[in-house]
T-cell receptor, first 114, second 114 residues
Framework: DSGVTQTPKHLITATGQRVTLRCSPRSGDLSVYWYQQSLDQGLQFLIQYYNGEERAKGNILERFSAQQFPDLHSELNLSSLELGDSALYFC?????????????FGEGSWLTVV | GNSVTQMEGPVTLSEEAFLTINCTYTATGYPSLFWYVQYPGEGLQLLLKATKADDKGSNKGFEATYRKETTSFHLEKGSVQVSDSAVYFCALSPTQGGSEKLVFGKGTKLTVNP
């Protein structure tokens, strides 16, 4: 158990809908990262927050947004869903914003868009 | 930019065989290097890491040495077990560019047969 909690574990939704994925980082961790894992794209970095502020942005679509709340939990919002958005979405956390610090991953949220 | 290249799988071995999974990287400066493992149906777990040249990371019988001269971080295990069957990801965390986010290789699926 990494200490990173993601909900829901699985969800199935229809095209055009909107979903919210939730992440609670490890106790004491200030950085939260979101990754998307799909068969064709592999593990893609989406976005990072550090202590409530956006720190880095990767290949995140404009239909997707995220935020980190004062209690440090984070949410990833996916809207106008398309079939191609079906993937495993990982949240991860680390203590700070220091190169080389260990990043711990949750078990992921499986999203299926039908 | 930063990138990681792993040997393509899948890799199939018999129990007690020697394992090598090659990983090379491209990065500015001196990144930290990681191996993560994903067991079937689970999230990513940190297997080992190295933060500077010539460091050796080790865990559960797996080893990898940070080779700056060859920009490599090959994963090795002397005697694999069936329980090692999983997907292995090589990753780097850059020390330049404003974010310590992980950049992953495409993953190598290992199957160990009894």
């Amino acid at each position: 158990d990494s200490g990173v909690t993601q909900t829901p574990k699985h969800l199935i939704t229809a095209t055009g809908q909107r979903v919210t994925l939730r992440c609670s980082p490890r106790s004491g961790d200030l950085s939260v990262y979101w990754y998307q894992q799909s068969l064709d794209q592999g593990l893609q970095f989406l976005i990072q927050y550090y202590n409530g502020e956006e720190r880095a942005k990767g290949n995140i679509l404009e239909r997707f947004s995220a935020q980190q709340f004062p209690d440090l939990h984070s949410e990833l919002n996916l809207s106008s869903l398309e079939l191609g958005d079906s993937a495993l979405y990982f949240c991860a956390s680390s203590v700070g914003a220091v190169p080389g610090n260990t990043i711990y991953f949750g078990e992921g949220s499986w999203l299926t868009v039908v | 930019g930063n990138s990681v290249t792993q040997m393509e799988g899948p890799v199939t071995l018999s129990e007690e065989a020697f394992l090598t999974i090659n990983c090379t990287y491209t990065a500015t400066g001196y990144p930290s290097l990681f191996w993560y493992v994903q067991y079937p149906g689970e999230g990513l777990q940190l297997l080992l890491k190295a933060t500077k040249a010539d460091d050796k990371g080790s865990n559960k019988g797996f080893e990898a040495t940070y080779r700056k001269e060859t920009t490599s971080f090959h994963l090795e295990k002397g005697s694999v077990q069936v329980s090692d069957s999983a997907v292995y990801f090589c990753a780097l965390s850059p020390t330049q560019g404003g974010s310590e986010k992980l950049v992953f290789g495409k993953g190598t699926k290992l199957t160990v047969n009894p």
